[in-house]
């Protein structure tokens, strides 16, 4: 049969015949190829069998299994010849097609390639291979002989730096007497020094700088000592080079050594005996000196002793002195009222001036209070006089003349004295020597703002209360608004020491004579705009603490207008720190001030910041502890709290959806924002946890009715009593009798309330069962409303209003059963059971899931509330309801398998618990027999339980598997 040119028959020299139409399969092909070792072709065939979604197993099985291409070569058998290589697409090797060959690096075949070019890859001739092998050869002895020079080169390169570093140490020793020369350095030494600086800086802690020093030196391997190109070891660090060579001038060592070559030291016999001598001595001294230590204690023994009776009988000197000066100052006042004496004497005698002096002198006792008078005193001589003006300073030349004249007891002539000060006095007059005849405050005005900068970061603390001295006494306003910004700018980051330390400044400052609201706002708080919008974080906190403290002594216009501007700035500010103290600064402003529109702003404000969900812990924390109460305490007196609060915070919860049961795997993002949604609604239900105290007496303060009402056993918890007082007490009596009849008039807050209550209560009914965070958080604040209220409120309409609203399908009734079992009062705990049992119950007898029921148990459980859950279900027991009791037996599988554990209430699983279970496994019904199977079998994993518990445990079980 004749074959046409180009067929699969022509090329590869078989006969196929030709069959009918649709006879070769894809499988057919498949397994032609793979038997003849067509394995590229094969592996193309089976990529395009897998786009067009028709794959075959079989060709998925063979390319799966590494195997089959790892031993292709060798089933090939011996006969098949190593095929020359061609390019692959990749740039790698592959078998020639039609051969499995020894490189089965198979890669797909380029697009052009057809069976019309297999001609051209069968032209390579067989040599290719050895060529390669040749090539490889080659390049290997290339590559020996790289390192053969490259280890020549290090060679001499070393010889070279022994040569060229004592040629360095002569230049050295030359070059001493200028240390500022600057030395050439070589790029092997500066290699070398790199890796011995790096070294010391890790090793000593200083990790920046390491890393900085890293980047800087880009390029180099310190870890790699061979890249420096010595063939020397690696040097100490660079502590042991000091030690061994940097101080061999200060202890008189004369040789120095290299660090690549180790020497031995030969210590002769007259240097032991010299050092065992020297010991002998030293042991010596230390004896003595031991003895003059013990004696030293003796006598700081002594010391002590005295020291006591020192303090004792100094103070004792003090309460003496305190008496002195009261004396002295009983004298003093005596003295002023015998001066107003004296003045009228001498004004009554003015016109006798013929009289003699010493005769109108009156006879005045002295200040000194001896007993003498000022007329027994000697009159003053006109030496007196010149001694008295020699004692005054000097600020001119003529002066220093003046007094050398009156001093000297020759009479000379003042030409002589001028002459003899010109030659022989060493000090000139100039304008600097004047400077002494200031006041402290302007020296102190001129000297600080040079002597802070030349001051250590760790030294400027304590030259702040100079600074703020200064400021308060000096009287010029260029000068006080210059100290002013060397106070701010004492540091880069001032930290928290040293705001405190300026801080406390300030309120010194503000409290002194002089300084009011005007000049505050005119000299320190355009120094606190200066640096508000300052690069670093620290100063911008500094700002803000500083408006805290001077808000309180600046006029309300200031405080509303400019200090709230600068406080707002802080509070948006990027920042946590900046942002947390600006909250706190305002919290402070928001109590003083009274501005009912710039409050209603701020209150805006703030519940914008609550609402956003991409907020920091801290700032969040700090609004809902800091800032809220503030704003509450306004609104409460304004008596508009729930409709400005509370509504916004609930509508903002109610936006937040949280999705319920998601069983589908598509519906994953759905699942992470449940889950982002339930973390938010978790801080958001926290916020308006903390307003319920505000709320609670909005509603309370605001009752019409104040009658006398009967005595009862209220108190006033502790939340309402720290910050609204005792006095509320009184007015939650009246109200808990007000609303305790069966019909009153409302008022607004108690409508308002309601109108919260009923939304709260639909809040709760859309809570998914499973979501046990928020279930749990939810009733938390529940049980925090019904303590805040009191239990004759929370009775009479709390719970009516919650019974109403719970249904088989929301999650009302394990938030209100949780809460009840919260409170301290027995009735409480007791309805909250009541309300279990008789749900339990109504949904067994409908036939309805008891879904409410399993997060009640689980919550329950959490809170350490298993004795009184458990003494509730053994009721149910004894049910006549075959459901009821296989629901039973569930709730208490529930029990004990719960995340808390049993462990401490071992009388309660042994007399409660356990008889409970075993009496549900002796059921007549099978359905309640098969539901106590779990309970009695998580009993068994209780590792406290008695062996008799657990034998009868594994008894009964027995009987059931027998059954």
């Not at 890393?211 to 190109?229: N, P, R």
């Not at 007196?384 to 050398?404: G, L």
């Not at 100063?539 to 500083?546: N, S, Y």
């Amino acid at each position: 049969m004749t074959q046409e040119k180009g067929t699969f028959s022509s090329i590869f020299g078989e006969d196929i015949p030709h069959p009918p139409e649709m006879a070769v399969t894809h499988q057919h092909v498949a397994d032609k190829l793979i038997e003849e070792g067509f394995l590229l072709t094969a592996l193309e065939f089976h990529t395009e069998l897998l786009e067009s979604g028709r794959e075959l197993k079989t060709l998925s099985e063979f390319f799966s299994n590494p195997s089959n291409l790892l031993n292709a070569g060798e089933d090939a058998g011996p006969h098949i010849a190593s095929s020359p290589e061609t390019p692959g697409k990749t740039g790698g090797r592959r078998s020639a097609p039609g051969t499995p060959g020894y490189h089965m690096d198979i890669s797909r075949s380029s697009s052009h390639m057809t069976l019309d070019s297999i001609d051209q890859m069968t032209r390579y001739s067989e040599d290719t291979d050895r060529r390669e092998e040749d090539r490889v050869a080659v390049l290997e002895y290339e590559l020996r002989t790289a390192r053969d020079t490259i280890a020549q080169l290090r060679n001499e390169l070393t010889d070279l730096t022994a040569s060229d570093r004592n040629r360095a140490d002569s230049e050295c020793n030359a070059a001493e007497d200028n240390e500022e020369e600057e030395v050439e350095i070589k790029p092997y030494e500066k290699k070398s020094l790199n890796i011995l600086v790096n070294d010391y800086l890790i090793r000593n802690g200083f990790k920046f700088t390491a890393i900085t020093f890293s980047d800087e030196c880009d390029g180099q391997d310190f870890d790699d000592w061979d890249e420096v190109g010595l063939n020397t070891a690696k040097p100490p660090n660079l502590l042991k080079i000091y030690r061994s060579s940097g101080l061999q001038d200060v202890f008189g060592a004369n040789d120095t050594e290299d660090f690549s070559v180790q020497t031995d030291i030969v210590v002769h016999n007259e240097d032991l005996d010299n050092l065992h001598l020297n010991i002998e001595e030293l042991k010596k001294e230390n004896e003595t000196m031991q003895s003059k230590i013990e004696e030293l204690n003796n006598l700081f023994v002594i010391n002590k002793d005295n020291e006591i009776k020192l303090e004792e009988s100094l103070k004792l000197s003090n309460e003496e002195v305190n008496r002195n000066k009261q004396e002295i100052c009983d004298l003093e006042l005596e003295k002023v009222q015998i001066e107003e004496k004296l003045r009228v004497i001498i004004k009554n005698q003015s016109g006798k001036s013929a009289l003699d002096p010493e005769i109108v002198r009156p006879d005045v006792e002295r200040e000194d209070g001896d007993g003498a008078s000022i007329a027994d005193e000697p009159v003053q001589s006109p030496l007196n006089n010149a001694e008295q003006d020699c004692n005054s300073f000097p600020t001119t030349f003529e002066q220093i003349v003046h007094q050398t004249t009156n001093l000297s007891p020759r009479t000379v002539s003042e030409h002589f004295q001028t002459e003899l000060v010109k030659k022989a006095f060493p000090i000139t007059l100039d304008s600097n020597f004047l400077e002494y005849n200031d006041d402290i405050v302007t020296i102190l005005a001129r000297t600080l703002p040079k002597l802070v900068p030349s001051l250590v970061l760790s030294s400027r603390n304590d030259i702040v209360p100079l600074l703020l001295f200064t400021i308060s006494k000096h009287k010029d306003l260029k000068t006080r608004d210059s100290l002013i910004g060397i106070l701010f700018n004492l540091m880069k980051k001032p930290d928290n020491v040293t705001r405190n330390k300026i801080l406390s400044g300030f309120l010194w400052l503000i409290y002194q004579p002089g300084w009011n609201s005007n000049r505050i706002e005119e000299e320190i708080l355009p120094q606190c705009w200066e640096q508000i919008n300052h690069k670093y974080s620290e100063r911008r906190v500094l700002v803000g603490q500083a408006v805290g403290v001077l808000a309180s002594h600046l006029d309300q216009t200031i405080r509303t207008s400019l200090l709230v501007s600068m406080i707002a700035q802080l509070v948006e500010d990027k920042d946590v720190a900046v942002s947390v103290t600006g909250i706190k600064s305002l919290s402070l402003v928001v109590n003083i001030i009274e501005d009912e529109d710039k409050l209603e702003q701020i209150l805006q404000t703030t519940l914008v910041m609550l609402k956003k969900n991409q907020i920091s812990e801290e700032v969040f924390k700090e609004l809902d502890d800091t800032l809220m109460p503030v704003i509450n305490m306004w609104l409460v007196k304004q008596e508009k709290y729930g409709s400005k609060v509370m509504y916004d915070l609930l509508n903002d919860i109610e936006k937040l959806s949280v999705i319920g049961n998601i069983p589908e795997e598509e519906n994953y993002e759905k699942v992470v924002l449940s889950i982002e949604n339930t973390e938010i609604l978790v801080k958001k239900i926290n916020v308006v946890k903390n307003q319920l105290p505000y709320l609670v007496f909005s509603v309370v303060n605001s009752c019409p009715i104040e009658e006398k009402s009967p005595e009862n056993d209220l108190v006033l918890h502790p939340v309402l009593s720290s910050i609204f007082g005792s006095s509320l007490l009184s007015k939650l009596h009246y109200f808990s009798t007000h609303t305790s009849q069966d019909w009153f008039k409302p008022w607004p807050e108690y409508e308002t309330f309601m109108e919260l209550l009923s939304r709260l209560a639909a809040l709760m009914s859309n809570i998914p069962l499973h979501n046990l965070s928020l279930l749990n958080n939810l009733s938390d604040m529940l049980a925090f409303l019904i303590d805040l209220f009191g239990p004759l409120f929370a009775q009479s309409k709390i719970l009516p209003f919650l019974e109403s609203k719970i249904s088989a399908s929301n999650s009302i009734l394990p938030i209100l059963t949780v809460a009840l079992s919260q409170q301290e009062e027995s009735i409480f705990k007791s309805h909250s059971m009541a309300l279990l049992n008789k749900w339990v119950t109504h949904l067994c007898e409908t036939g309805s899931p008891c879904a409410p029921i399993y997060p009640a148990i689980s919550l329950l459980c959490s809170s350490q509330q298993q004795p009184l859950l458990v003494d509730t279900l053994r009721e149910l027991v004894a049910s006549p309801l075959p459901s009821l009791r296989a629901e039973t037996a569930h709730l208490l599988h529930l029990v004990v398998t719960s995340d808390s554990s049993l462990s401490g209430q071992e009388e309660l699983v042994s007399r409660m618990l356990l008889p409970a279970m075993v009496s549900l496994a002796s059921d007549p019904e099978v359905v309640v027999k098969l539901s106590a199977i779990p309970g009695l079998a998580g009993l068994l994993s209780l590792t406290f339980l008695q062996w008799e518990e657990k034998e009868k445990i594994a008894t009964q079980l027995n009987a059931l598997c027998e059954d």
